[in-house]
């Protein structure tokens, strides 16, 4: 069974989902930005690069937003163009933009330039899926099309067609805020987190709703009730403390941006980011094992398969994923790891793909991204190591020193009295290890000063009255 946590604060709503008392799923929205997803636009072509079949469209944002055209599709710079977003803006990145609009509503998804009806696969049986697609043709907008949602099985006919209306309704406003507008504008916004939340994220295993927030309860409830879900209790955390320390979750919160993960049975995970992809590597830690190593291997592998799901969707990791296992020796446990892999994945809503793993035991995922990551909303890149994750070593630092002191001693500026301020754990090094070696080949008194304020790779040299540093 699932509980969905949610706390709202002036400056930030947060949304937790624990399954099996373990955090799943963590989102949070600052007030200070915006979730563009689903959003709206007229927007305004600003340039056009055919070499890779792409446009950048002014949205009225401080990034332009990139559009994908398809070969037949012709584009010229200055043209209004509708669009809606499909991946908010990341690091260096704009938005990314379709032409392919969709409205998302309860029981069905409106495309108004595809004049396609299509149901989940998930609807069953073949006489409700019959029942469904005739309400659907029957009320079809000429020239657009639905995507019927697994919820709708159990939505009364009256329901489906309020639904279809509705949108086809929030459709005729968006083409009527076109016309009369000027580009760029938003025509539609993506509905809040405390909405999304009923819409998104709840399932059948949900039986719970904790909130710190009596208005936004009301409506959640409200809307629980619209979806015949009164199943789903509400509860109203009234609490001094924050709600996600209270009940226990902060811990899981504070491991998110950590590079290794530790697993139960005393192996890890260790987590890198590049710009086209993640890596996670899988180690055997302090893992004893069984008798047999083949066996060891499995029950880290095995382990390990099922928290990798967890922490792609605690992370919301989005793009390619590869995976490198500790080797297995035999096809039949590559492919039960698969398995284990694809099962636990199953229950995520940005349906990772998992590939086949290859002779080097290493497994492709890929994973839809819509939001910007979590880490880019909690964390900016360290001015220190440039999100290298590194600075130079003590001893790096040191030869950095010497260095400097050499090209002084050609042009002559030395004295024979130098003081070196250094971080810290660099002056503890260099007292330990160089300073004599420094004032033998310098000829010279060298008096070494920590100065915690500095960074650790940078240093200043004093002599005879003059300040040198970087």
């Not at 070696?437 to 310098?442: A, L, S, V």
């Amino acid at each position: 069974m699932s509980i969905i946590y949610v706390s709202i604060r002036p400056e930030e709503t947060r949304m937790g989902v624990t399954t099996s008392e373990r955090l799943v799923d963590y989102v949070v929205e600052r007030n200070s930005e915006t979730h563009l997803v689903s959003s709206v636009f007229q927007g305004r072509v600003a340039n056009v690069l055919p070499g890779i079949q792409a446009a950048f469209i002014d949205i009225g944002k401080e990034q332009n937003a990139f559009l994908y055209i398809e070969p037949e599709e012709k584009l010229t710079q200055g043209q209004n163009v509708l669009v809606q977003v499909i991946k908010d803006a990341r690091s260096t990145k704009g938005p990314a933009v379709t032409r392919d609009i969709s409205l998302p509503g309860r029981f069905v998804v409106l495309q108004p330039f595809n004049p396609r009806i299509a149901l989940s696969k998930k609807l069953s049986p073949k006489s409700l899926r019959q029942k469904i697609r005739q309400v659907a043709e029957e009320h079809q907008p000429p020239g657009m099309g639905f995507i019927i949602r697994t919820a709708a099985e159990t939505a009364t006919e009256e329901e489906l067609i309020a639904d279809m209306e509705g949108l086809a309704a929030d459709w005729k406003v968006i083409l009527g805020r076109s016309k009369r507008g000027k580009a760029p504008q938003l025509l539609y916004r993506e509905l809040d987190l405390s909405v999304r939340i009923v819409r998104d994220y709840i399932t059948p295993e949900v039986h719970k709703i904790v909130i710190d927030d009596v208005a936004v309860g009301e409506r959640i409830e409200a809307l629980l009730k619209d979806m015949d879900r009164e199943n789903v209790g509400v509860v109203y955390y009234k609490g001094k403390e924050d709600l996600f320390s209270y009940y226990g979750l902060e811990e899981d919160i504070a491991t998110i941006s950590d590079r290794k993960v530790w697993l139960q049975c005393g192996g890890y995970l260790v987590f890198d980011y590049t710009e086209a992809l993640t890596v996670v590597d899988v180690n055997s830690g302090r893992y004893k094992g069984r008798a047999k190593m083949a066996d060891t291997i499995m029950d880290i592998n095995k382990e390990a398969a099922v928290e990798i799901a967890r922490q792609l969707r605690l992370r919301d990791i989005g793009g390619i994923v590869v995976v490198d296992f500790i080797d297995m020796a035999t096809p039949e446990q590559q492919q039960e790891l698969l398995q284990i892999l694809k099962n636990s994945l199953a229950g995520d809503k940005m349906k990772p793909k998992v590939q086949d793993i290859t002779a080097l035991n290493l497994v492709e995922i890929t994973r839809r991204k819509e939001r910007q990551n979590l880490s880019t909303v909690l964390y900016s890149i360290c001015p220190v190591c440039q999100g290298s994750g590194r600075v130079q070593s003590p001893e790096t630092v040191c030869v950095e020193i010497r260095r400097k002191l050499r090209l002084s001693l050609k042009v002559g500026h030395l004295s024979r009295d130098l003081l070196i301020t250094v971080h810290p754990t660099v002056a503890k090094w260099c007292v330990e290890n160089c300073v004599k070696d420094m004032e033998k080949e310098f000829h010279c008194h060298i008096h070494i000063a920590s100065d915690a304020a500095l960074e650790p790779e940078a240093f200043t040299v004093l002599s005879g009255g003059e300040d040198e540093g970087r």
